[in-house]
């Protein structure tokens, strides 16, 4: 069994996903089930402190995320399929739809609600 420590960064993040699905499935009482057990912790630990989001508008937050992982509009509009409708988005002249709510949620790890708080358009 490995060693884990308190999750700090992405790569962490991926290598404790990556073992805690590799072991779901195990029995009550294994010393695997154990080990699943403080990933689900670990993993719960991290995503509340990524998830504490600023006072921002939904458009603001989707830039900050952008920030945090290193994307440009290019990825978000990959994950869209369409960049002018995302450009639209970033600069304020259209709102974000319910696909591109549930995309870029899971894209760059925001919660939904924090996606559907109204905004003004320019």
Do not use: C, H
């Amino acid at each position: 069994m490995q060693t884990w420590y308190l999750i700090e960064n992405e790569a962490d993040y991926q290598k404790a996903t990556t073992r805690y699905e590799e072991i779901r499935e195990t029995v009550q009482g294994t010393v695997e089930n154990k080990e699943k057990q403080l990933l689900a912790f670990l993993i719960n630990k991290y995503e509340e402190q990524l998830w504490e989001m600023p006072e921002v508008d939904p458009v603001e937050l989707i830039k900050i995320r952008m920030e945090e992982f290193g994307y440009k509009a290019a990825d978000l509009a990959k994950e869209y399929g369409d960049k002018g409708t995302v450009s639209k988005v970033l600069n304020y002249k259209q709102s974000l739809s319910l696909t591109m709510i549930r995309k870029f949620s899971k894209l760059l790890r925001i919660p939904i609600e924090a996606l559907t708080k109204e905004y003004a358009l320019q």
